[in-house]
C-alpha cells in the first residue's frame, strides 16, 4: 500500500471527523487480526494507537454476520477489566460510532497461539491466564454494573451459540439434543462477566505482562464458557502435536488449577461448575472441527475424525469432571499413536 493511499483510509477520516487525530500527517497501517474486525495502526505525530473497527460480516468461509455494537461492548470489556487488572488488557482512549482506540503495546509482544503451536509450552502461561480469568469471574459475580452493562446476549448468539452449537448440532443430527439443549442453559444463565473467545490468540505475552485482547463477544453470563473455551484450544492443540508430546496436559491442569485458585468457590459449587463445564466442552470441541469457525491448525480429516469419534463416547458420561475427561483425551490419543492412527499432520 502507498503512503498516498495510508494517508487515505477512510479510518484516518472518520478519527479526524470525531476529533481524535492531532497531526495533519497522520497516517494508518492495516494490521493483521481476526475474522471479524480490521485493526488499523495509526501514527498521529509523536504517538502511536491502535484502532479496532468493527466489520458486519466476518471472514470465513460460512455466511455469518453480526451486529457491530459488539465493537462497543469490547471497549467496556477492556475498560471494565481494566479497573480490576490493569496489567492484563490494553489502555483504551475513546469509542466511536463502530470503533475504538487503545494501547499500542509495541513490537515486544508474542502471540500465545503462535507460541503453542510451535510447541512452546510454558506452564505459567497457562497459569496466568487461569488466575487473570477466575479473577474476572469473581469479581463480576453478582455485579449489577456488570450485568447492566453486558446485557447482550444476543450478541452471544449472533457470535458463539449460533455458529459454534446450533450449526454444529445441525450438522450432527444424532448429538443435537446435546448442542440444543446446552444452547438454552447457556443463554438463559447469568452469573459474571464472561470474555466469550478467552483462547490463545487472543493473548500476548510479553514486558512482563498477559496481556488479553478481543473480547467483543462480552457477556454477563456463563463463566463455564469462558473456562471450556480456554482448555477446548489447549486440548486442540495437542491432537495438532501428535504424535509428539509437547506438555500440554501440564497446560491443562495449570490453567484449571489456578483458574479454582482464584475463583474462591465454595466447594459444592466447584463440583458443580466443573461439571458443568465438562459437560459444555466436548460440544465445544467438535464445533471447532464442524462449526462456523473450524480449527484452521487441524490439518487432514485423520485428526478431525478422532474428534468425531472422542465426543460422542464422552458426552453421555454422568457427572464427568474436567479432571476426567482430560484424561480421557490424552489417553484416547494415546490409544490411537500406538494404533498407528495419528501421524503427524504435513507441516506441523
Known amino acids: 500500500m502507498s503512503e498516498t493511499d495510508l494517508n487515505s483510509l477512510p479510518i484516518l477520516k472518520l478519527l479526524r471527523a470525531d ?3 492531532h497531526s495533519a500527517g497522520a497516517h494508518a497501517v492495516p494490521l493483521t487480526g481476526g475474522v471479524s474486525s ?10 502511536q494507537f491502535v484502532v479496532k473497527q468493527a466489520q458486519p460480516k466476518l471472514k470465513v468461509q460460512d455466511l455469518w454476520q453480526a451486529d457491530i455494537s459488539r465493537n462497543r461492548t469490547e471497549f467496556e470489556y477492556l475498560n471494565y477489566v481494566g479497573r480490576i487488572l490493569p496489567e492484563a488488557v490494553p489502555k483504551v482512549f475513546a469509542a466511536g460510532d463502530g470503533y475504538f482506540t487503545m494501547e499500542y503495546l509495541g513490537e515486544g509482544f508474542v502471540n500465545w497461539k503462535q507460541m503453542l503451536l510451535a510447541g512452546e509450552c510454558n506452564a505459567d502461561h497457562a497459569a496466568q491466564a ?7 469471574h469473581r469479581i463480576s459475580s453478582g455485579n449489577a454494573e456488570a450485568a447492566r ?15 459454534y452449537l446450533v450449526t454444529t448440532g445441525q450438522r450432527h443430527p444424532e448429538l443435537r439434543e446435546f448442542f440444543e439443549r446446552e444452547t438454552v ?18 493473548m500476548l505475552i510479553g514486558d512482563g505482562r498477559q496481556v488479553v485482547l478481543d473480547c467483543e463477544v462480552a457477556w454477563y453470563g456463563d463463566p463455564a464458557f469462558d473456562l471450556g473455551f480456554l482448555l477446548n484450544h489447549l486440548l486442540l492443540k495437542s491432537l495438532h502435536h501428535a504424535p509428539r508430546e509437547v506438555g500440554l496436559g501440564r497446560l491443562v491442569e495449570q490453567a484449571m488449577g489456578a483458574y479454582y485458585l482464584e475463583r474462591r468457590l465454595p466447594e459444592n459449587k466447584q463440583i458443580e461448575f466443573d461439571r458443568r463445564t465438562a459437560g ?3 460440544l465445544l470441541l467438535l464445533a471447532r472441527i464442524d462449526g462456523k469457525s473450524p480449527a484452521e491448525y487441524l490439518r487432514g480429516e485423520q485428526k478431525k475424525d478422532f474428534v468425531r469419534r472422542f465426543v460422542p463416547v464422552i458426552l453421555p458420561v454422568p457427572e464427568l469432571s474436567l479432571a476426567e475427561l482430560s484424561r480421557r483425551w490424552f489417553a484416547a490419543i494415546a490409544e490411537q499413536i500406538q494404533g498407528d492412527e495419528i501421524q503427524e499432520a504435513p507441516g506441523a
Open 130 to 136: 487461569g488466575r487473570t480469568l477466575g479473577i474476572i
Open 280 to 282: 459444555l466442552l466436548p
Open 38 to 47: 480490521d485493526v488499523f495502526l495509526v501514527e498521529d505525530g509523536g504517538r
Open 185 to 202: 442453559r447457556l443463554e438463559s444463565t447469568r452469573e459474571c462477566l464472561v470474555h466469550g473467545d478467552y483462547s490463545p490468540k487472543n
Open 149 to 163: 452493562i453486558f446485557d447482550t446476549t444476543e450478541n452471544f448468539h449472533q457470535l458463539r451459540t449460533d455458529p
Open 19 to 21: 476529533g481524535h487525530l
